[in-house]
C-alpha cells in the first residue's frame, strides 16, 4: 500500500539475544483506528517507540506521510502526538503548567495555547482540572491529562501506548468514544492493547502480534472470518453416557471436550460442513446412549478465539 499516512516496512529489532520485532510491515491510511493487540512482551511497545522516533537503531523502514521517520528537524516529530505507556508528569505542576510546556516544545505559541488548552482538555473530560497541581489528579485523570498532551498541537496522527489500561470502566468508555470522534474527524490513531475486547468495537482494523511478528492483520470481521467463529457447537446434556469421546472420528468434528458436567464443546474443523457434521453429531449422541438437553452453535468471543492463537493453537 502506497497511500497509508504510517508505512512500516520490513521492521525489525533485536535486544541482545532477543528478537523483539521480526520482520513487521504494515500500513495505516488516514482517519483509521489501528489496534495492536498482542500479549506482554510481544513487541509492542518496541514498535511504538520505533514510531515516534524514540528507537532509532532498527532495521527496516518507517515513514510517517511520506517522511522517512530518521529525517532530521521536528516535522516529522510535529506530524504525530504520543501518549507513552507509563506516562508521568512532573507532578508539582499544574495540569496547565504541564500542557503548555509541552505545547512550547512543539511550536505552539501563547495564543494558540491559550486556545487549544481548555479545548483538549475539555475533549478528554478534564475541563475543571485546569488549575490542579497533578500530584492531586487520580491515575484515571493522568493517564487523561496524557492523552491532551498528545492532541495538544492537533498532529494528524497519535500513537497511544496502552491508553486504556488502569482506567476505570467510565473512563474506558470516554476514551474509546474520543478515539472514535478523533477518527472521524480526520485524524488517525495507532493504539496497542493486550485486551482484545477493548480495541474490538473501535478500531476500524487490528494487528495482532506475536512473539515479535504479525500474523494477522485485518477488519474484526476478517478476523471472525479467519478463525471461523461459527463453527463450534455447544451441547447440554441431560443424560451422559460418557462415551462421547467416541464421536471425535465423526467426519468435520475436530475434538470434544467436558467444558463442565453434561456440558460439551465441540470443534469442527475449518472446512466442515456444518449440516453434515450436526446431523452425524446428533445421532452419534444418541447412539452412545447420552439424552441431549439442547444443542446450538457456540459463538467464542473474538477474544478467546486470540487467546488461543497467541497461545500458539492456530485454526
Ligand atoms: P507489554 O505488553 O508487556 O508492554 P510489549 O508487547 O510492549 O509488552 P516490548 O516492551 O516491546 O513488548 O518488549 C518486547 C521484547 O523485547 C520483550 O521480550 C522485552 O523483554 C524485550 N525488551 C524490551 N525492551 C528491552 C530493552 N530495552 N532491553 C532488552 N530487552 C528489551
Redesign the pocket.
Known sequence: MTDGLVVLDRVSKR??N?Q?LDNVSFSIGRGEIFGYI?P???????TIRIMVGLLRDFEGAVSIGDHPIADKGGDVQRMLGYLP?DVAFQEWRTVDHALTTFGRLNGLGKEELALRIPEVLALVGLPEERHRKIVHLSGGMVQKLGLAQALLHSPPLIVLDEPLAGLDPASRYQVKNIIRELSRKGTTVFFSS?ILSDVQDVATRIGILSWGRLGLVGTVEELKAYFGIEKDIEVFLSKDSGRWKELESIEGVKSIEQTAPNRLFVRLEKDADMDEATHKLIHGLLSVGCQIRSFYPASPSLEQLYIRYVGGEHP
Open positions: 535486544y541482545g532477543i523483539a498482542g506482554n512482551g510481544a513487541g509492542k511497545t518496541t505507556q493486550h
